[in-house]
């Protein structure tokens, strides 16, 4: 499976120039041969956008020639990439949206938001509510927001319902840059992503955006890793990449009968032991 993971900078709250950008970024990831491509977060809106959140959202009930042009493309190559929903009910989603066959085929909404530091998510979107899988022609796969990602049970929720290859969409900052030799915040994404994917048994790929909004950067560094957790490749900190990863699909056979930690889930008793959590009133001392 060649992957097109593809890092560049959004123009806030510019969709129409966004969608042309996506559409050529597209078009190259196809014309390298690449199998399917990922773009980061919020790619067809930008990150920081407040007030333009309604002015920018697109609807997927009813889709308009943003989400046609889009699901177009996708005739030429299977791609994800991240927007703005306006749900039938006016709530509005920061969610990524899996285009395949001239169709948009699945929309996971992001349900962990992150709002504390120089995040305020919480005050702009709507949570999702579900976390789900969805046919490829490599395998099922699921798709995580950035901080969804730093919740270990979304993968593990994705791997119980038989996912074998995952799909990160972030816009991480650059938070770390300047300390020591690297980006640390790459690095932490480094460190996490391929513990999941070593827990879980399945290849991950992580793309970021890059670029500068109201004074926040962004880092890039966007990578695959295979399902033994292995780092395959990984592009440039900061500057806009198109970078094509070999992801071997096959591993996840292996990795999961020499680790069968999949196997030895126990659902039912993490459901019981939620359930007494939840249920309870008081802490005992």
């Known amino acids: 499976m060649k992957v097109a993971l593809v890092q560049d900078t959004p123009r806030l709250g510019d969709v129409a120039t966004n969608l042309e950008k996506t559409v050529e970024l597209l078009e190259e990831a196809a014309h390298r041969g690449a199998d399917l491509a990922l773009l980061p977060e919020l790619f067809l809106t930008g990150y920081r956008l407040g007030d333009l959140v309604p002015e920018v959202a697109l609807r997927l009930d009813r889709p308009g ?14 791609f994800a990439v991240g927007l703005v ?3 039938s009910h006016h709530l509005y989603y920061n969610v990524a949206a899996w285009f395949e066959g001239g169709e948009l085929r699945h929309v996971h909404r992001k349900c962990y ?47 119980l319902e038989g996912a074998t290859l ?13 300390v020591g030799r690297h980006n640390l915040s790459i690095d932490t994404w480094v460190q996490l ?55 071997p699909v096959d591993r996840t056979r292996d990795m999961r009968f020499a680790y069968p930690l999949l196997r030895d889930e126990r659902p039912e008793l993490v459901h019981r032991e939620l359930g007494r959590i939840l249920g309870r009133t008081e802490e005992t001392p």
């Open 113 to 159: 938001l992150p709002t504390y530091g120089m995040f305020r998510e919480g005050m702009d979107f709507a949570r999702g509510d579900r976390i789900r899988t969805f046919p490829t022609p490599f395998g099922r796969a699921g798709l995580l927001i950035c901080e969804d990602a730093w919740h270990p049970s979304a993968a593990t929720l994705l791997a």
């Open 193 to 247: 992503l391929t513990t999941l994917a070593r827990f879980h048994g399945f290849p991950v790929c992580y793309v970021n955006r890059t670029g500068f909004e109201d004074g926040l950067g962004f880092g890039g560094g966007s990578f695959a890793t295979d399902a033994a957790g292995n780092l395959l490749a990984s592009a440039r900190d900061i500057d806009p990449e198109l970078l094509l990863v070999d992801v």
């Open 166 to 178: 995952v799909f990160v969409l972030s816009a991480s900052p650059l938070r770390g840059l300047g």
């Open 85 to 87: 929903e306006e749900s």
């Open 65 to 78: 020639p943003e989400i046609e042009r889009l699901a177009a493309v996708s005739r030429r190559i299977p």
